[in-house]
């Protein structure tokens, strides 16, 4: 029993091996090129730096793909990411051309074919795939994100769930505010993102400021900027509409005329 024992023991570590072989998957190099650009260094130009990975050594979306690059080939590779759920709007960039999200967005998996990775267009960056956000949260501020009643400790009113059916409330989405919607003159006009919260505000019936928030889009320098070709609503993941927010506000605003 014992000598059976042994020789069982013995013959495992080939068996073993064996099988790693037969469930190994073939090596699928796939090159991705990726805006580099350090501040550090402002003389020199921005670039396209080229890595290989094997695709079969990383999980599916680009973000995965990014993390493989910076924990074991470039640490130095610079990019946001938080959530991974396409909630936070973090790994907002252009890809392949597409202003998309890193965490949702799937590798092509054609080896022959290159991914083009570049920071979002229409900001300033801060280092490689890194834009600045400074305008962005401006410009949320602006629309004073906050529920204002007139007195204090006044009864809560219910929410209108007529005009607050979730297409409006939902987090921030960075991406929303840097597809080319709007014509910009930098810090003064705000975009779909703002522009999309504002409604939520203005929309909301236990807010008591709603017409101090509409006279400040009585302006040529906020929504009628919005040229309503419905990119920022093709381009956000999760379903929101900024561009009918926006005709909403314009609404509004006729009805008060």
């Known amino acids: 029993m014992q000598s059976y024992a042994r020789r069982a023991a013995l013959r495992a570590p080939a068996f073993t091996r064996s099988l790693a072989t037969a469930t190994e998957k073939p090596v699928l190099m796939k090159e991705f090129k990726i805006y580099r650009w350090n501040p550090d260094t402002p003389e020199e130009k921005p670039t396209l730096q080229s890595y290989k990975i094997d695709l079969n050594q990383t999980g599916p979306m680009i973000l995965d793909a990014l993390i493989k690059i910076k924990n074991e080939i470039d640490p130095t590779l610079t990019f946001r990411r938080s959530c991974r759920e396409g909630i936070c709007g973090s790994c907002a960039m252009n890809i392949d051309g597409q202003n998309t999200l890193a965490c949702l967005c799937r590798i092509d998996r054609a080896p022959q074919k290159d991914s083009k990775i570049y920071p979002l267009p229409h900001m300033f960056i801060v280092k490689d795939l890194v834009p600045d956000l400074t305008q962005f949260y401006k410009q949320y501020k602006s629309i004073q994100p906050t529920t204002t009643r007139h007195q204090r400790g006044a009864p809560p009113v219910a929410r209108g769930p007529q005009k607050l059916d979730g297409s409006t409330s939902d987090p921030l989405r960075v991406l929303l505010d840097v597809v080319p919607v709007v014509l910009v003159e930098p810090g003064r006009v705000p975009r779909p993102a703002a ?6 505000w203005i929309a909301d019936s236990r ?13 040529d320098m906020s929504m009628y900027r919005c040229h309503t070709i419905f990119n920022c609503s093709r381009t956000c993941p999760k379903g929101l509409n900024p561009a009918a927010a926006i005709a909403n506000i314009k609404l509004e605003l006729a009805a008060n005329a």
């Open 195 to 200: 522009l999309m919260q504002a409604y939520r």
């Open 207 to 219: 807010d008591t400021h709603g017409q101090e928030r509409k006279e400040k889009m009585q302006n």
